[in-house]
């Protein structure tokens, strides 16, 4: 069985503002193995890019970490664990950021400097993260460009972000963060600007480096379909809670949450082209106005009146690595003895 690589545990993210403090993500869990794929999905606006640059201590400087919060990763370097939320100096955040973590952002044209070719900005993050040569960095530059098919690499390494189409940026950007062969790749929402050949392109590139590399990827997206083509668990998140967790198989196949069930009734039916789209009623609330109880209340179909707009539902495992929260979903029923 796969070690632990990464492990989260009751992460909450508040922002302070001038209305007050503002919160993200509150109180979640979840687990990373090497050589897994873990969809973390919700629409915009549920925390999941806060949680995932959380574990780079990306977040900005207004950002108020949780009393009970913890990101445990595993330091095969010195055969222990580490402690993310206590790293402070620079030296230590170069671990995490670019080191044992890379991150493929969900617009590369703004995550490349454009005034920088995509070479130099590859090698220059080489030279930060190895003792190689330029000359070395270099080369394994343009290797990883060929890797993950970028035709005349050579010459696209001594290009501007603006010279590539959407998706040569997206596989340069992916090259980038892979060229120090990271533990734990962060994919936040990696095809939504590329077309659907492409997009096939990219998620096979990355099914493919999981296989070839065993590292873990944390895949964000607010599509089930892409996650059903991709992750090997999938955590649903929504308005800074997971509210269910389970394989690939069980989320879309047997979802129990009505978040979940909203999110999948929401996919297009090829089958009956003609039928209407069905999207989860209302909007998600504002962080400043959070509601009380459970989170989803305000917009559930199967709310419990006097319930579930007062007290916050517990998780409940369901069977062999799928829980919810939820009063709706009955408890799983124990066998007699």
Known sequence: MSRSLISV??????FRTDEGLVTAVDGTSFELRDGEILGLVGESGSGKSVTAKSLMLLNPGN???GPESRIIMRDD???????????????DLKMIRGGAISMIFQEPMASFAPAITIGDQMVEQLLLHSSMSKRQA?????????HVGISDAQNRFDQYAFELSGGMRQRAMTA?????RPKLLIADEPTTALDVTIQAQVLDLMKGLVAEYG?????????LGVIAQTADRVAVMYLGKI????SVRQIIQAPEHPYTKGLLNALPNLDDLGAPLTPVAG??????????????????PQVIAGRCDTEIPEITDLAAGHSVSCFAVPPPVEASV
């Open 138 to 146: 270099r080369d394994l530059s343009v290797e990883m460009l060929n």
């Open 77 to 91: 370097e010195n055969g222990g664990e580490l402690d993310v939320l206590s790293l402070t100096s620079a030296q």
């Open 63 to 65: 950002t108020v970490y």
């Open 243 to 246: 509210v269910e967790t389970g």
């Open 9 to 14: 545990r009751n992460l909450s993210v508040q």
């Open 176 to 180: 980038m963060a892979l060229s120090t």
């Open 283 to 300: 909007d998600i609330p504002s962080p400043l106005e959070r509601p009380s109880g459970c989170v989803f209340h305000t917009r559930c």
């Open 215 to 223: 590292m873990a990827i944390l895949f964000i997206t607010h599509d």
